[in-house]
Nanobody, 130 residues
Framework: QVQLVESGGDLVQPGGSLRLSCKASVVPFYYYTVFWFRQAPGKEREGVSCIRRIDDGPKYYAKSVKGRFTISRDNAKNTVYLQMDSLKPEDTAVYYC??????????????????????WGQGTQVTVSS
């Protein structure tokens, strides 16, 4: 059974940093485009970032996080990372990763949580508060 496990969520003060991880049991991992979403209380799930199968192409970032978040992947470790710097209270949300096979063409500003993904993680809570 394929599993996606997010980790790294925590309570952090504004201006702080966190690094989220998304580890997949699926092989080969490099077949899959990886997407990060978040959902704040009372709000719809929104796309945050995505990375293509091989980490040598352009990444996508939502306008609200561009310049503060950095996505990367280590296919040897079946893991994608989301480095989050200069965190703001409005970044508070549950962060989810999702994967979809051979979907590099979806890693752009049309990123949407409404389409079908192969697998979703269970989410990790990020709270930014003083």
């Amino acid at each position: 059974q394929v599993q996606l496990v997010e980790s790294g969520g925590d309570l952090v003060q504004p201006g702080g940093s966190l690094r989220l991880s998304c580890k997949a049991s699926v092989v080969p991992f490099y077949y899959y485009t990886v997407f990060w979403f978040r959902q704040a209380p009372g709000k719809e799930r929104e796309g945050v970032s995505c990375i293509r199968r091989i980490d040598d192409g352009p990444k996508y970032y939502a306008k609200s996080v561009k310049g503060r978040f950095t996505i990367s992947r280590d296919n040897a470790k079946n893991t994608v990372y989301l480095q989050m710097d200069s965190l703001k209270p409005e970044d508070t949300a549950v962060y989810y990763c999702a994967i979809r096979r051979n979907s590099d063409d979806m890693c752009n500003d049309r990123l949407s949580p409404l389409i079908e993904y192969d697998y979703w993680g269970q989410g990790t809570q990020v709270t930014v508060s003083s």
